[in-house]
């Protein structure tokens, strides 16, 4: 079983930064794949960015090609996202999720973390 918690969510000025850590406790991330996924009021969970356990491939949705980065430190346990040129439309519950697939569909992951708040003001 492996627990995932988010951090570094927040409230950003369009144009902005932040950067959110996913961490895993109970088992460690090294084997899984992580992917991001936001979902705002009212809409479905979308897809944002995935990296493979090795790190060695990642993905993102189009709209966040060039302004977000996915890595991981394995030694740490830790997936990052971060995000600069942050847009009022990112504005959403960031959500990290472990699973064996490289993937960008969420049903492909087991298990998921609480949620991070992004919020972008404009």
């Known amino acids: 079983q492996v627990q995932v918690v988010e951090s570094g969510g927040g409230l950003v000025q369009a144009g902005g930064s932040l950067r959110l850590s996913c961490s895993a406790s109970?088992?460690?991330?090294?084997?899984?794949?992580v992917g991001w996924f936001r979902q705002a009021p009212g809409k479905e969970r979308e897809f944002v960015a995935s990296i493979s356990w090795s790190g060695g491939r990642t993905n993102y949705k189009g709209s966040v090609q060039g302004r977000f980065t996915i890595s991981r430190d394995n030694a740490k346990n830790t997936v990052y996202l971060q995000m600069n040129t942050l847009k009022p439309e990112d504005t959403a519950v960031y959500l990290c999720?472990?699973?064996?697939?490289?993937?960008?569909?969420?049903?492909?992951?087991?298990?998921w973390g609480q949620g991070t708040q992004v919020t972008v003001s404009s």
């Open positions: 109970g088992r460690t991330f090294g084997g899984y794949a």
């Open positions: 999720a472990a699973g064996p697939l490289y993937s960008s569909d969420w049903s492909g992951y087991d298990y």
